[in-house]
């Protein structure tokens, strides 16, 4: 069994974009700005904000963290990502997800100008993705891609099945491991919480993805000898004995499935860290796309 260590490869290509924005200062150019918009204060929210904020300052970008009260309107909101599409200085920004109930998040992510839309959350970038054309790839497929790749993981002609059909993880996933190329070329299942007897597909899976956020869920009788696991849940569930009360746990069986796997990612530090080290890349994407 190999580990897909997220942690070391996002630590690779996070170097890589340092290098690349010290040879941007040395030749007298701006470097990438990424600006993130977080409306109210929710714990886990903050955290993943923070840690993007922090991963730019580590490979040398500029950032902008606003603030918004979780009171916010729509209108309130949908002036400050107009500010961002028409700022120069901005390369990239996103809006946190989830949004508080009393905006319309599509609405939002309508607005974003798709040049600058990082997460690759707006239509004209699904739909490019979905076309094989150049777009921005959602952060966290992205990275699962990356991981894939850089472990010479064997996509073509394998069965894989997704769990879960969210918009930012299992549905850009089970589009891009259809697509023609590597990572890519697989035989695609989309499940979701209507799908029947979902143990005999994922035990016919040669690769599986999971982005349910449903601790533990898949077991080891669940699946076949040698398969490759993505698990992309992190869910707190409470720890008396964890300093913090909680401890971050996957949609994985892990002890058990793993004794199973031919690769399977850890949570933490598997999916989790590539996300970020995915969102810088695509703010040197941004950075390009709009200076050149
Ligand atoms: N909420 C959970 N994941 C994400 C993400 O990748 N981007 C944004 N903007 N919000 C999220």
Request: one cysteine or more; glycine letters at 8%.
């Amino acid at each position: 069994m190999t580990l897909l260590d997220g942690t070391k490869i996002s630590n690779d290509i996070k170097n890589e974009i340092a290098e690349e924005v010290q040879q941007m200062k040395s030749r007298g150019e701006k470097v990438p700005h990424l600006a993130a918009i977080i409306v109210g204060s929710d714990g886990a929210s903050l955290t993943y904000v923070n840690s993007k904020v922090k991963a730019c300052e580590r490979v040398g970008f500029e950032s902008t963290l606003i603030r918004m009260s979780s009171s916010s309107s729509e209108i309130e909101l949908l002036k400050k990502i107009k500010q961002l599409n028409e700022d120069p200085d901005i390369d990239g920004f996103i809006v946190q997800l989830p949004l508080p109930k009393q905006i319309d998040t599509q609405k939002i992510l309508l607005a974003v100008d798709p040049k600058k839309d990082v997460d690759g959350f707006h239509p004209t970038n699904f739909g490019k993705m979905a076309l094989d054309m150049s777009c921005f790839i959602p952060a966290t497929p992205y990275g699962i891609l990356e991981l894939l790749e850089r472990h010479g993981v064997e996509t073509k002609g394998k069965h894989t099945v997704v769990i879960g059909r969210s918009h930012i993880v299992g549905r850009p996933m089970s589009i891009l491991m259809g697509r023609k190329g590597f990572p890519g070329n697989s035989t695609v299942t989309l499940t979701h919480s209507f799908t029947k007897n979902i143990t005999q597909i994922t035990s016919q899976a040669d690769i599986i993805i999971t982005a349910l956020g449903n601790p533990e869920f898949l077991k080891a009788e669940m699946v076949k000898d040698d398969v490759v696991i993505i698990d992309v849940g992190i869910t707190r569930v409470a720890d008396d004995t964890n300093p913090r009360g909680y401890r971050i746990t996957g949609d994985v069986d892990f002890k058990a499935v793993s004794k199973k796997a031919s690769f399977i990612t850890p949570v933490p530090g598997g999916v989790g860290p590539m996300t970020i080290a995915m969102l810088l890349k695509n703010t040197l994407l941004a950075r390009d796309n709009h200076r050149h």
